[in-house]
T-cell receptor, first 112, second 113 residues
Framework: KAGVTQTPRYLIKTRGQQVTLSCSPI?????VSWYQQTPGQGLQFLFE???????NKGNFPGRFSGRQFSNSRSEMNVSTLELGDSALYLC???????????FGAGTRLSVL | GNSVTQMEGPVTLSEEAFLTINCTYT??????LFWYVQYPGEGLQLLLK?????DKGSNKGFEATYRKETTSFHLEKGSVQVSDSAVYFC????????????FGKGTMLLVSP
């Protein structure tokens, strides 16, 4: 069974631009969560989606948004990029909310 | 709120040494506890879990016991290998129906031959 797939693996953007990251969950998994990992703040929760509905949101500004499609694939978008948005963005999927989460390899975003 | 505290690293050991990485937590409800491992350039892999007090999670020689009285979930391994070098994260999730993992800062383990 294929794992969680995140694309692209690496991204370089400049300040002020916008970016979209994609996550394909494990087949059959309906819950997708996103996390930001930085050296200073560690791993922080961004959003949780289940059946195309956002169930929970972390403490991030409105520039960070996401969505989930009917096939459970998810995207997250960051608008008006700032230098501090440079991070590894990790997606995790689970069968349902509250179940064990399995992580993808992440998308490393560098903002110049 | 909820939080996880791990011992700071790096932890440097020789091959075949005994490993302990301490983890304590505070939670507003009754959590499930996890250890995840991250190898360089990769995402997180679930190492082991425990869902209730006194449960022992184990995998690949690693063990951790859910201690409610001390709010701890320390990771142990009897004999580490060079291939165990990685960053280890302790995490909790409240049994509230949400999928929000709260992570510790991570502990880097370096094992030398």
């Amino acid at each position: 069974k294929a794992g969680v797939t995140q694309t692209p693996r690496y991204l370089i953007k400049t300040r002020g631009q916008q970016v979209t990251l994609s996550c394909s969950p494990i087949s059959g998994h309906r819950s997708v969560s996103w996390y930001q990992q930085t050296p200073g703040q560690g791993l922080q929760f961004l959003f949780e989606y289940f059946s195309e509905t956002q169930r929970n949101k972390g403490n991030f500004p409105g520039r960070f948004s996401g969505r989930q499609f009917s096939n459970s694939r998810s995207e997250m978008n960051v608008s008006t990029l700032e230098l501090g948005d440079s991070a590894l963005y990790l997606c995790a999927s689970s069968l349902s909310y509250g179940d064990i989460q399995y992580f993808g390899a992440g998308t490393r975003l560098s903002v110049l | 709120g909820n939080s996880v505290t791990q011992m700071e690293g790096p932890v440097t050991l020789s091959e075949e040494a005994f490993l302990t990485i301490n983890c304590t937590y505070t939670a507003t409800g009754y959590p499930s506890l996890f250890w995840y491992v991250q190898y360089p350039g990769e995402g997180l892999q679930l190492l082991l879990k425990a869902t209730k007090a006194d449960d022992k999670g184990s995998n690949k020689g690693f063990e951790a016991t859910y201690r409610k009285e001390t709010t701890s979930f320390h990771l142990e391994k009897g004999s580490v290998q060079v291939s165990d070098s990685a960053v280890y994260f302790c995490a909790l999730i409240l049994n509230s129906g949400y999928s929000t993992l709260t992570f510790g800062k991570g502990t880097m383990l370096l094992v030398s031959p």
